[in-house]
């Protein structure tokens, strides 16, 4: 697929732009002074594949937890900074990856100007994060709204003043909370500059809503080679924002392809607890193929019953049939055990290990 050639920078050993791998960010939901919380968040989005974690910075207290939240994270670290640049200044002491920063709350030249002679001998990219629900006032009043026209012309402002200070670890984002706002904005900033754009719908909404509204959104930017990394964000726990940018590169052929899972929407003739089987089991060989990444992609079938369940495990390497509070298993076809939940599926990843 055709890409859009944008400068490349790098978010820890994450590389952004230049033609590099389309990265998956999501954000921590817990506040940022609960360290073992937010670790065990990183820990679990590292594990689904995502690439790069943003916390919240909005007092001091958050800030000194970084020292902490840096040196052990399994992810290299956003600091999401708003209204006061002093968060920045201590986000980039406590050793962070990359700084957000709000061009319309985040106050005068002159505290840009420190945090970027503070982030220029580190290289700290800077993400100029324009958004529809907090544009600067005298842009509000040129334009009516938030038009599209105006979150791109924040955006130039500021990296100008940026460009002005010698200073170009810049990648930008201009979200918008509907498709059409979102497309023109995007579009229009990828005709005016070369830095990597992080691509988003903001406030998308509930996993459905949003998911859908994303999806629409960004897939259309993505097959025009917009965009150079993303963030799906829902109100929803963290996973599914990660399972769903995932999921969308690969539609999109942006990223490698993962487990090949066929599973049955599940019928009243179900008697086992298909959704969590297939989540489970997605979920470990996503981990699997992470750790093994030239592993052969298998075909594995969770089935929920007997109607579809035996033809499917014909056409699959390896098969779960759904009975009464058990699972017949399946091996290129031919039925091996029928064995109780929990034991068929561990049965079943250590099949996928060998055979893959």
Not at 131 to 153: D, F
């Amino acid at each position: 697929m055709f890409r859009e050639k944008t400068r490349r920078i790098y978010v820890g050993a994450v590389a952004i732009g230049g033609g590099a791998p389309i990265s998956i960010q999501t954000m921590a939901n817990v506040p940022t002074p609960d360290i073992t919380g937010v670790l065990r968040q990183i820990d679990r989005a590292a594990e689904l594949g995502c690439d790069i974690f943003r916390v919240a910075v909005p007092d001091q207290e958050a800030a000194s937890a970084l020292h902490t939240l840096c040196a052990k994270s399994r992810l290299p670290l956003v600091a999401d900074i708003h209204f006061d640049y002093r968060l920045a200044l201590a986000s980039i002491e406590a050793g962070i990856s990359a700084l957000r920063i709000n061009p319309g709350n985040i106050g005068s030249k002159e505290h840009i100007r420190a945090v970027v002679e503070a982030a220029k001998p580190r290289r700290i990219p800077i993400r100029i994060g324009v958004n529809g629900g907090s544009l600067e006032k005298s842009l509000l009043e040129k334009y009516g709204t938030a038009t599209p026209e105006a979150l791109v012309e924040s955006a130039l402002t500021h990296v100008a003043l940026l460009e002005r200070l010698d200073y170009r670890e810049i990648k930008i984002s201009v979200k918008a909370s509907d498709i059409p706002r979102t497309l023109a904005a995007y579009r229009l900033l990828a005709s005016r500059v070369s830095y990597p754009l992080h691509l988003g719908v903001t406030e998308a909404g509930t996993a459905r809503r949003g998911t859908v509204v994303s999806c629409i959104a960004l897939s259309k930017l993505l097959e025009e080679g917009i965009g150079d990394t993303l963030r799906i964000s829902l109100t929803a726990p963290i996973e599914e924002e990660i399972r769903v940018g995932i999921e969308l590169l690969r539609a999109c052929g942006l990223r490698q392809p993962g487990a090949w899972i066929t599973s049955c929407p599940t019928c009243g003739r179900t008697q086992v607890d298909i959704m969590n089987t297939v989540e489970y089991v997605s979920d470990a060989l996503e981990t699997f193929y992470r750790k093994h990444p030239n592993a052969q992609r298998l075909h594995v079938a969770v089935m929920g019953c007997v109607v579809n369940g035996p033809g499917e495990a014909r056409m699959a390497d390896l098969a779960l049939c759904g009975g009464k509070n058990c699972f017949a298993l399946f091996r290129k076809g031919a039925h091996i055990a029928t064995l109780p939940v929990n034991e068929a599926i561990t049965t079943l990843l250590k099949l996928v290990a060998e055979l893959a």
